[in-house]
């Protein structure tokens, strides 16, 4: 599941002009910067609850190549510790359900302002793509 939230956060990322990050439909909603300041809030946040670590995050968005560097930190420091032996602190149900499914509902946000914005994502068949663990 982290591993789907990387790749369609890097679909819905790449080749974003940097005046995408600050695009807002109107005073109510976020801008793309602020819905991938969140993303990796849960992203971190996960990987603290998950050690038994209760954290409630609300991180201001960095510049927009920053913030997607934090995107990807903050997952790969949560498939790190995925991978090590270190028990989990709750069901991993319990984080699909909440943080990873909210991950990824945002990241269709952002995907949903890039053709809003006119700067739609790149077509990319889902289905058959590989999509391993992030490495970087």
Same mark, same amino acid.
């Given at each position: 599941m982290v591993a789907t939230v990387v790749f369609r956060g890097r679909v819905a990322v790449e080749s974003a002009p940097p005046e995408f990050a600050h695009f807002r439909i109107n005073e109510s909603t976020r801008t =793309? *910067?602020?819905i991938l *300041? /969140?993303?990796g809030?849960?992203? &971190?946040?996960? /990987?603290?609850l998950l050690r038994g670590e209760f954290a409630t995050l609300a991180s201001e968005p960095l510049e927009w190549a920053d913030e997607i560097a934090r995107f990807f930190t903050a997952a790969e420091q949560l498939v790190a510790f995925? +991978?090590?032996e270190e =028990?989990? &602190?709750y069901p991993v149900e319990k984080f699909v359900q909440g943080p990873i499914g909210d991950a990824?509902? /945002?990241? #269709?946000?952002?995907?949903?302002?890039?053709r809003v !914005? #006119? *700067? =739609?994502?790149?077509s990319v068949p889902? !289905?058959? +793509?590989e999509i391993d663990l992030p490495t970087y």
């Open positions: =793309p *910067a602020e *300041a /969140h993303i809030d849960l992203l &971190a946040g996960t /990987h603290l995925l +991978a090590s =028990p989990l &602190a990824l509902t /945002h990241v #269709g946000q952002i995907v949903m302002l890039r !914005f #006119g *700067a =739609p994502v790149r889902y !289905f058959t +793509a």
